[in-house]
């Protein structure tokens, strides 16, 4: 049987792929695959399926909701899966996953019999697991969401500290922008780097990257086992750009203060709001790293008041201005 991974040759178009999308999926995981395979489909930013198509498939053909409650009309019934170089399925909302149609897991079962590469993107990769098709597969998943997997996949070992896995016909990511990393490497492998290249700049992305990338996530030094501490700090990841106060971190965990302050001191040996200021810091550098925003634009997306008092944190921190920091990152 031909390679399902090598490009097609018979005509202009190289890249064909398929999606299928879960109920509540999230929106901007799949607009970001999309858009570079729209912008890497055509010159300029035309939109002209030339080099890539893509069509999003259904087993009723009626409108997908995402968790933002956008819908999306699909354009094609299942039909025969071998007229995609891949098929990708988009997740989101947890609790939705056992809500995959059974006629999408024969489709994607009758996918990878016939050799279809498969794409998990965001829960994504929940689905093609719970469909028992990633059996013997390094599977990537989100942080935010490994404990999730964990209660649901016992025995599995997902990869949470980077943004995809290539794992031979089963490709995986995290969601968010990491979907767009994932679709340049694709387009990469079939059309060329240079479209892969631009679209990503187009998309005001620098550059792909490669798999092995870590996940931007908490600070290795706040990882605990306490579930009420890890299930603030996963408040805290959620608002980092407009963070809340410990009352409130306590209100929606249906505590009070000071458990919170005893089991913060007991378990990571430091504050609630150090960690918080500690985990929006080191988000600050990420973006300094592998952005190109302002220090007054990153000090607003990680809730500081002004530059100028993210600026004396920072350095209070590592010693030197953000400015610099970046000059030297």
């Given amino acids: 049987m031909k390679s399902r991974h090598a490009p097609r040759r018979g ?16 929106l901007c995981a799949f607009a970001n695959f999309v858009d570079v395979l729209r912008l890497s489909a055509d010159e300029g930013d035309r939109s002209r399926p030339i080099l890539c198509g ?21 354009e ?8 995609f170089d891949y098929v990708v399925v988009v997740g989101g909302l947890i609790d939705e996953i056992e ?15 016939a050799g279809v590469p498969l794409v998990g993107v965001c829960t994504g990769a929940f689905a093609l697991h719970r469909a028992r098709l990633m059996d013997g597969y390094k599977c990537c998943v989100s942080w935010f969401h490994h404990d999730d997997f964990l209660e649901q996949f016992d025995g599995l070992k997902p990869v949470s500290d980077q943004i995809f896995v290539a794992d031979r016909d089963r490709l995986t990511c995290s969601g968010g922008v990491s979907s767009a990393h994932l679709a340049a490497y694709l387009v990469d492998k079939h059309v ?11 998309m005001i992305i620098d550059e792909a990257e490669r798999a092995e990338t870590p996940q931007p996530g908490m600070p290795l030094d ?40 005893r089991r913060f001191q007991r378990t990571i040996g430091i504050a609630p709001m150090l960690a918080y200021k500690i985990m929006r810091l080191e988000h600050a550098e990420f973006l300094l790293k592998n952005s190109q925003g302002s220090v007054t634009e990153i000090a607003n997306s990680t809730g500081f008041c002004d530059s100028s ?8 921190r590592r010693g030197v201005t953000p400015a610099v920091f970046r000059s030297h990152a």
């Fill in 192 to 202: 060329g780097r240079a479209q892969a290249s631009k679209s990503l700049h187009i």
């Fill in 99 to 113: 809500n995959l149609h059974p006629d999408y897991v024969r489709f994607l079962h009758r996918a990878a019999e």
């Fill in 11 to 26: 005509g202009p178009r190289r890249l064909s792929v398929g999606f299928i999308l879960a109920r509540r999926f999230t």
């Fill in 222 to 261: 706040l990882h605990t086992d306490d579930p009420m501490v890890k299930k603030a700090l996963l408040l805290m990841q959620q608002t980092i750009d407009t963070p809340v106060s410990v009352n409130e971190l306590a209100r929606r965990l249906g505590a009070n203060r000071r458990q919170i302050e």
């Fill in 76 to 83: 094609e019934r299942l039909g025969d899966p071998a007229r």
């Fill in 54 to 74: 893509w069509r999003v498939l259904s087993a009723t053909m009626d409108p997908i909701v995402s968790s933002s409650g956008i819908a999306v009309q699909p």
């Fill in 309 to 316: 008092h993210f600026i004396r944190a920072f350095r209070e």
